[in-house]
């Protein structure tokens, strides 16, 4: 069953069974304008709810990605390497980030469901 | 008498601004700042314009006119010459006041300038990328053993006894705050070029880099491409270089290494008590997210005209300060323009030129010196326009008499060094005549010999 869920530093997340793929969302990619970089995380890191994942480096600014759940790194969108600017075309799709195997899943619990990010925008 | 008379604001303001925001002294504007201090500091009081500009007349003219004297001492600032157009472009008002340009697309004359360092460093150094300059060359120095750490996630850096001492200290105050680690290798006391093994011995699992220096201190060109043989694959070897030799000697790029810096005085600067200088970084284009420092790149606009902008600001203390690469706020940019300037003036001939002079000079200046058996050589590695000599007399006493000739002597290395006490570091460039380097010579059998 997959379902995917937002957070208010504007990072979505899609579960599936205990893999979460998570990346920025299309509104935050919209505001950075040009991405020019990705600082991709190492696989294998491990990281806690709210702690910098990687960040997104733009034509004039850069900014933290948070991770919404505990984890492990298991996988890097390595594409982007190459071509950072799939996050300004497809965000919440082909500009998935990282994929991080969840250490919590209650965690899930506390993030918001797509009607509740758009309207905090 | 108002202690600020540059301050427009009358008593009278100040009183009505106090009182539209509700204070009654200036004081309790600053009630968050933490006391550290209470009393009157221990400076002297004001002065008017005239007096202060009185004041300075009479030190600076206690200050030596270097075009007066004959130089035989470098040390890391050098006397060259510098044709006189160098300062009557870079000094212009365009380049002065967009001399470090936060809006930097404004500025295409001074971003321009600095694109044209930059290429002319990646040619000199033989690297890949340049920013637009440092500080100065320790700080330069420093900076590449940080970016090293954060390249291979490490944190002991070797560092050759035979880089400036000063270089020394400074990378030290950069690193220890860091938690980062930095062992010293000898050098090998009959070339005077590093001990190649003590690094080997000393490298481990967690050194991050090896920092030499050439021409080293001593002047002695060291061998690069023996060094990186030694390295294993993911330790970076950071050589911090004379920027003037590159015209005789070969870039460290085609040696093998990773990252190349150093101090830009002897491209175009005058010595000016050491400062301001800056300072050149080069490094391979894989590191080029792990550098420091702006870098200016050329791009085209709407209408597809050329235009330069600044690149890779995101590791800039203005746009996130906490995960900057640097927190240096100054760059020097203009004196990395002077550079630019000298480099385009003296253009690829006119280096090599100088430099062979500067070679050619300090050569014949060491043979004349050991041929007067007053002095014993003390390294046998190959020099570049720098030397080391042990005389059999006293050295300051023989710099002492030589000042009054109006000739700076060479440089004691018991400044820095107690084993080096009484070793003189002569530098030639080609500024030094042939006549001044005679009469040096002659100078030298004046002094009694001593037993030291």
């Known amino acids: 069953m997959r379902m995917r869920k937002f957070t208010k530093t504007h990072e979505w997340v899609e579960v599936e069974g205990n893999v979460a793929t998570i990346g920025i969302t299309a509104h935050a990619a919209e505001e950075l304008g040009d991405v020019t970089f990705v600082e991709l995380p190492e696989e294998g890191k491990e990281v806690k709810k709210g702690d910098a994942l990687c960040a997104v480096e733009s034509v004039k600014s850069a900014s933290d990605v948070y991770s919404p759940v505990s984890g492990k790194v298991i996988e890097v969108n390595t594409e982007l390497d190459a071509n950072p600017e799939i996050i300004n075309e497809d965000a919440e799709g082909k500009g998935w980030i990282v994929k991080l195997e969840i250490s919590d899943e209650s965690e899930l619990n506390d993030l918001l469901t797509e009607e509740e990010y758009k309207s905090s925008l | ?147 090293a750490s954060r390249v291979n996630k490490k944190h002991k850096s070797l560092v050759a006894k035979s880089l400036h001492p000063e270089y020394i200290e400074v990378s030290r105050t950069y690193t220890e705050s860091q938690g980062l680690e930095i062992e010293l290798i000898n050098y090998d006391e009959k070339t005077g070029r590093i001990d190649l093994e003590e690094l080997k011995n000393k490298i481990d699992e967690n050194t991050s880099s090896v920092v030499i220096s050439y021409p080293n201190f001593f002047g002695v060109v060291e061998n690069i491409k023996q060094i990186k043989e030694i390295l294993p694959e993911n330790v970076l070897l950071i050589v911090n270089a004379y920027p003037l030799s590159l015209g005789l000697l070969e870039a460290p790029g085609k040696l093998g290494a990773d990252i190349v810096v150093g101090e830009g005085q002897s491209l175009g600067n005058h010595m000016s008590f050491g400062g301001p200088t ?148 002569f530098c030639a460039t080609e500024l030094n005549t042939k006549e001044e380097i005679d009469y040096l010579v002659s100078k030298v059998g004046e002094i009694d010999e001593i037993t030291l």
Do not use: W
């Not at chain 2, 008593?11 to 509700?22: H, P």
């Open chain 2, 1 to 147: 008498m108002k202690r600020f008379p540059y301050i427009p604001h009358t008593e009278e303001d100040i009183k009505e601004m106090m009182n539209v925001i509700g204070i009654n002294d200036i004081k309790e504007l600053y009630k968050d700042v933490p006391k550290l201090f209470e009393g009157d500091l221990n400076i002297p009081e004001s002065k008017s314009e005239i007096e202060v500009k009185r004041e300075l007349k009479e030190l600076a003219g206690r200050n030596i006119d270097l075009d007066e004297y004959a130089m035989f001492r470098g040390a890391g600032i050098y006397k060259h010459y510098i044709p006189s157009a160098v300062y009557q472009l870079a000094t212009k008002r365009n380049f002065i006041t967009a001399y470090t340009p936060y809006q930097a697309e404004v500025s295409q004359g001074t971003l321009q300038a600095l694109y044209e360092f930059q290429t002319a460093i990646c040619e000199l150094t033989g690297m890949e990328v340049a920013n637009s300059s440092m500080y100065d060359g320790g700080t330069a120095v420093a900076e590449a053993i940080l970016m």
């Open chain 2, 278 to 425: 800056f300072g050149f970084f080069a490094s391979k284009q894989k590191y080029i997210r792990q550098m420091p420092g702006r870098i200016i790149g050329e791009t085209v606009d709407e209408e597809g005209k050329r235009g330069f902008v600044m690149v890779l600001q995101t590791r800039e203390q203005h746009i996130r300060r906490a995960k900057a690469t640097s927190n240096i706020c100054s760059n020097h940019a203009l004196m990395a323009v002077v550079a630019s300037v000298y480099l385009s003036i003296v253009g690829r001939e006119g280096l090599r030129e100088i430099s062979y002079q500067n070679y050619q000079k300090a050569h014949y200046l060491a043979k004349k010196l050991i041929e007067t058996e007053k002095f014993e050589p003390v390294f046998e590695g190959e020099f570049f326009n720098e030397f080391v000599v042990k005389p059999k007399f006293d050295l300051n006493k023989f710099n002492e008499n030589l000042f009054e000739e109006k000739f700076i002597g060479p440089l004691n290395l018991g400044k820095f060094c107690d084993k080096l006490e009484n070793h003189a570091l």
